[in-house]
């Protein structure tokens, strides 16, 4: 570049001002008026930090001789030598295993003071480190020390988003599987030819030279998948225990690597792996009867979600799958993208996004995925379901992993107590509130609600109703006594412990304080939530507890229900409260922006309408 191109792009630069991707650095210190030159190695430290951290983010340019507000006060009182020994500072001051390439290094004269012009672009061979060995990267305006690791988790991650979605010359459609290609088109739409697929899918585009593929094409239909990514597989390993053993004590049973484009390999490791989910028992009959250790969908959704979105990036890995004795372990490469909290996963909170756009899209197209996201939420379903633990999920560097243990969600000590009910229609949720009343324990409604995880009060009525005709679910307190004392001790009444379990064949415990009626009519209204006797209280402090709630609204009637979202040790600033009558929440509506708790005037709603 010319001296006067070099001197306008300086002048540009000044005039924009300091960024994300530009630096100003003074060669003078002191007070204004009574400046002198800064010393050399402080300001060649400088230059080597700046650059290195462009380097590490996005590139840019270092100026210096200028001061931070853009007044260029220059370089004129240093000496060429000191010059020299500055312009050096890319090459001296940097890690020698770290070099910086292609900086760009000019002294410009800008009306008669002479500043350095430096620029670096991005860098994506090295994570670059200064030569006391500081890593740092540009933030803002700012250049930030951060962990080498970090960024080239950051660069790999970014290289796996594009992956799939890269158009690779040279290959053409006689490198893909035709058969495989027409029978997705006819899928999708009778008729539909290949190149309109390719297009549809837009995995494939036609240019003036022809038709271009995306990796994504290659990777989906390719005749020969190994041409163009080496490790396009699944490795099954079944060990003999619970831990993989290596040298004399090595326990694997079977390895077997599956191969194949990804529509291929799908179904193919699907089926080989679907013969360890078998385990040969010796059932009550006294038959020999195989049984799937694992919900098999969940399995092939975890193995599914494995080829959906492993990070193709990683040429040097494919996806493994181990087959222990008490789990089934699948690690694919590529950790989970930055912007997926682990814990929203584990959370159920619908947290997705697909690293492989292309991939996921053809996957969706062909109804092997649904909507991103859902395969996840299906697969604790399913373990829930058959009663086994949650799926573990792990995630570090470069390998993300999902566990499913053949262990059931019950301890020993509970699975005792529930072998005791024999009843033949023993589902998951009315177990979970016959464990509830384990040791004569006696519990409420509010328990049954949230235990099983109801959301409507039909559902409530017939879970309740189906463990009274056993007679496993009975009331220990009459409805008129425990409306007393829930009072008394300001609980709403749904809170209040009233049931217990009774084991078929035994005395309970703790016997009724009355005669009860029976159980069609125990079900009484106040256990069944009523959106229109429930009410949202808004502009609560922060600190307003539930008895702060309690005291001033049962004033209007008796409470059922009080439900305040917590975040942490805080309330979010709203409740919702149940009333047992109408009139209750007529007279609590009335009080709108007149009722003052802890300081503050409450917004007062009927539940279904906030606004």
């Not at 991005?122 to 690791?149: F, M, N, W």
């Not at 390719?222 to 326990?251: C, F, M, S």
């Not at 009975?474 to 009774?502: G, L, N």
């Amino acid at each position: 570049m010319s001296a006067i191109a070099m001197s306008e792009r300086a002048q540009t630069a000044i005039t924009l001002g300091e960024s994300h991707f530009r630096e100003f650095k003074s060669g003078l210190e002191g007070a204004p008026g009574n400046k002198s030159k800064r010393p050399n190695k402080e300001i060649a430290t400088n230059i080597a930090q700046t650059l290195v951290a462009f380097a590490n983010a996005d590139g840019g340019e270092l100026l210096v001789g200028v001061e931070d507000n853009g007044e260029i006060t220059g370089l004129n009182d240093f000496l060429d030598e000191d010059l020299k020994y500055l312009e050096e500072s890319p090459r001296i001051r940097i890690h020698k295993d770290t070099p910086l390439a292609s900086v760009k290094i000019a002294r410009v004269n800008i009306d008669g003071k002479i500043i350095l012009y430096f620029s670096v672009p991005k860098s994506v061979k090295y994570v670059h480190l200064t030569s006391d060995g500081r890593c740092l990267q540009r933030r803002d305006l700012e250049s930030v020390p951060i962990a080498s690791e970090k960024i080239i988790f950051h660069r790999q991650e970014e290289l796996s988003r594009h992956f799939d979605r890269d158009f690779i010359e040279g290959p053409q459609a006689d490198a893909l599987s035709l058969d495989l290609v027409n029978a997705v088109s006819d899928q999708i739409l009778k008729g539909m030819s290949p190149e309109k697929c390719l297009q549809y899918l837009e995995i494939g585009e036609y240019s003036f030279s022809g038709l271009k593929l995306r990796r994504a094409a290659l990777l989906l239909f390719a005749k020969d998948p190994n041409r163009w990514h080496p490790r396009l597989q699944v490795r099954i390993i079944k060990v003999d225990g619970t831990d993989l053993k290596t040298g004399e004590a090595y326990n694997v049973i079977t390895d077997q690597i599956v191969t194949g484009n990804i529509l291929t390999l799908v179904d193919k490791s699907w089926e080989s792996l679907r013969p360890h989910l078998v385990q040969t028992k010796l059932e009550k009959t006294a038959k020999f009867e195989q049984k799937s250790i694992y919900p098999e969908l969940a399995c092939r959704e975890a193995l599914l979600n494995a080829i959906a979105h492993r990070d193709y990036a990683q040429e040097g890995r494919g996806i493994e799958v181990y087959v222990f004795s008490d789990r089934l372990e699948i690690k694919s490469p590529g950790a989970l993208l930055s912007t997926i909290n682990l814990e929203d996963i584990i959370l159920q909170k619908g947290a997705h996004q697909s690293r492989n756009t292309y991939i996921a899209r053809v996957l969706r197209e062909l109804g092997y995925m649904r909507e991103l996201g859902e395969g996840m939420r299906r697969i604790y379903d399913l373990m829930q379901t058959n009663e086994l633990s949650p799926p573990e999920l792990r995630s570090n560097s470069d390998t993300f992993s999902i566990v499913l243990n053949n262990k059931p969600i019950y301890s020993d000590k509970d699975q005792l107590w529930l072998d005791q009910f024999d009843i033949t229609d023993l589902d998951r949720e009315k177990k979970s509130i016959i464990l509830l009343g384990q040791e004569g324990r006696v519990f409420s409604a509010q328990e049954i609600w949230d235990v099983v995880g109801i959301v409507d009060t039909e559902h409530y009525r017939r879970l309740v109703d189906s463990l009274q005709k056993y007679g496993i679910l009975t009331p220990s307190v009459d409805r008129d006594t425990a409306k007393k004392i829930a009072r008394k001790k300001k609980i709403p009444y749904r809170e209040f412990p009233r049931y217990q379990i009774q084991i078929p064949g035994q005395t309970l415990s703790k016997p009724p304080s009355k005669t009860l009626k029976s159980h069609s009519i125990i079900i009484e209204s106040e256990e069944l939530r009523d959106d229109r006797k429930r009410i949202w209280v808004g502009n609560l402090n922060t600190d307003t507890t539930r008895d702060n709630l309690f005291d001033e609204f049962a004033k209007l009637g008796d409470i059922e229900e009080i439900f305040i979202p917590m975040d942490g040790n805080k309330n979010k600033g709203y409740a919702f409260i149940e009333f047992s009558e109408n009139k209750s929440v007529s007279a609590a509506i009335d009080l709108d922006k007149q009722l003052t708790i802890n300081g503050r005037s409450l917004t007062i709603r009927n539940a279904n309408r906030r606004g």
